[in-house]
C-alpha cells in the first residue's frame, strides 16, 4: 500500500515532544500510521485504530499511562515525554511541503533585477 500524503498543516495544543520523536522514529524507520498502529496492537494484544495515531501525532490529545508505556517499548520514547515542550523544531509534513512549493514557485530573487 502506498503510503499516504498528510493535508494537515496546524499541531495541536498537545503536541510535545513524544509526538515529535513519534514522527522521527517513523521517519526513521519509514513507517506510517497504520504501521505504527499494528506495532502497537501487536504488543497490546488488541487492536488501536490509527486514528489514535493520527492524534498523537498532531498534538490532538497525549496517550494515557498504558498507551505511554506501550510507545516507550515499541519506540523508545519516555513517557514522561508525552507533557514535555518539544525540544527541537517541527513543522507537520504537509505544511513543509507548502513551504517547500512555495520557495520553488517564488524562488529566490534574480541578482540582475532592480529591487524598488
Not at 13 to 31: I, K, N, V, Y
Not at 64 to 89: C, H, K, M, Y
Request: glycine letters at 8%.
Amino acid at each position: 500500500m502506498a503510503n499516504r500524503i498528510h493535508t494537515r498543516v496546524r499541531l495541536g495544543d498537545f503536541f510535545s515532544e513524544g509526538a515529535r520523536q513519534l514522527w522521527l522514529s517513523m521517519a526513521c524507520q519509514q513507517l506510517n500510521q497504520i504501521d505504527v498502529a499494528k506495532m502497537l496492537a501487536k504488543l497490546r494484544g488488541r487492536a488501536l485504530h490509527r486514528g489514535v495515531v493520527n492524534r498523537l501525532l498532531y498534538g490532538e490529545r497525549r496517550p494515557g499511562l498504558e498507551l505511554a508505556l506501550d510507545l516507550q517499548e515499541v519506540f523508545g520514547i519516555v513517557a514522561t515525554s508525552w507533557v514535555e515542550e518539544p525540544r527541537g523544531e517541527f513543522t507537520a509534513p504537509a505544511a513543509a511541503r507548502l513551504l517547500a512549493e512555495m520557495n520553488a514557485t517564488v524562488g529566490p530573487a534574480d541578482e540582475d533585477e532592480e529591487v524598488a
